[in-house]
């Protein structure tokens, strides 16, 4: 069974620009979580679909930042413009249930992330 | 609020030797405790989970931690270091079973990660 795939693995830009990210969850799970690591900081939450709908989505930095999954598939996260403070790494997971508290297998499934710099 | 601290950025242990990984945490409510590996061109992966019942669990790959609601720590531990263990270590933690809200975000600390040598 495939993993939760994302793409690009990097992607580099001119400030200003625009990128975006593409996760692509395990297939049956309704729950895609986005989170940012800036260099060197701790994983932050972005936001939490739950099938096309964002449950929550108070981690989003600022309007520069568009997630979206249409019929509940696959997620992109578009940044646009893109400014030299997004420059990190965007990990994308999946799960069955809600989150790592999940009644089935409580556990939240990782993509590699995608390497996002902003020169 | 919650957040989670992991005392040293880089650990360094010799193969055979006892890896341990300290991990804190602050929470309002009683936490659900994770620890997560991050191998090399690799996604985020579940090691070991406390939620309730016994501290003491174990997880994948001979670790285990200790959930110790007095000292507010969950450090994770191996007795024995292997070179597949080369890692980055994440702890993390999110609100507990007295939390009635639907979001479940994951608070993650900044990371520890794992040099074993010959």
């Known amino acids: 069974e495939a993993g939760v795939t994302q793409f690009p693995s990097h992607s580099v830009i001119e400030k200003g620009q625009t990128v975006t990210l593409r996760c692509d969850p395990i297939?049956?799970?309704?729950?895609l979580y986005w989170y940012r690591r800036v260099m060197g900081k701790e994983i932050k939450f972005l936001l939490h679909f739950v099938k096309e709908s964002k449950q929550d989505e108070s981690g989003m930095p600022n309007n520069r930042f568009l997630a979206e999954r249409t019929g509940g598939t696959y997620s992109t996260l578009k940044v646009q413009p893109a400014e030299l403070e997004d420059s990190g790494v965007y990990f994308c997971a999946s799960s069955q249930g809600p989150g790592p508290l999940a009644g089935i297998t409580g556990e939240l499934f990782f993509g590699e992330g995608s390497r996002l710099t902003v020169l | 609020a919650q957040s989670v601290t992991q005392l040293g950025s880089h650990v360094s242990v010799s193969e055979g030797a006892l890896v341990l990984l300290r991990c804190n945490y602050s929470s309002s409510v009683p936490p659900y405790l994770f620890w997560y590996v991050q191998y090399p061109n690799q996604g985020l992966q579940l090691l070991l989970k406390y939620t309730t019942g016994a501290t003491l669990v174990k997880g994948i790959n001979g670790f285990e931690a200790e959930f110790k609601k007095s000292e507010t720590s969950f450090h994770l531990t191996k007795p024995s270091a292997h070179m597949s263990d080369a890692a980055e270590y994440f702890c993390a933690v999110i609100l507990g079973p007295f939390y009635t809200g639907t979001a479940s975000k994951l608070t993650f600390g900044t990371g520890t990660r794992l040099q074993v040598t010959l």
């Open positions: 297939s049956g799970h309704d729950n």
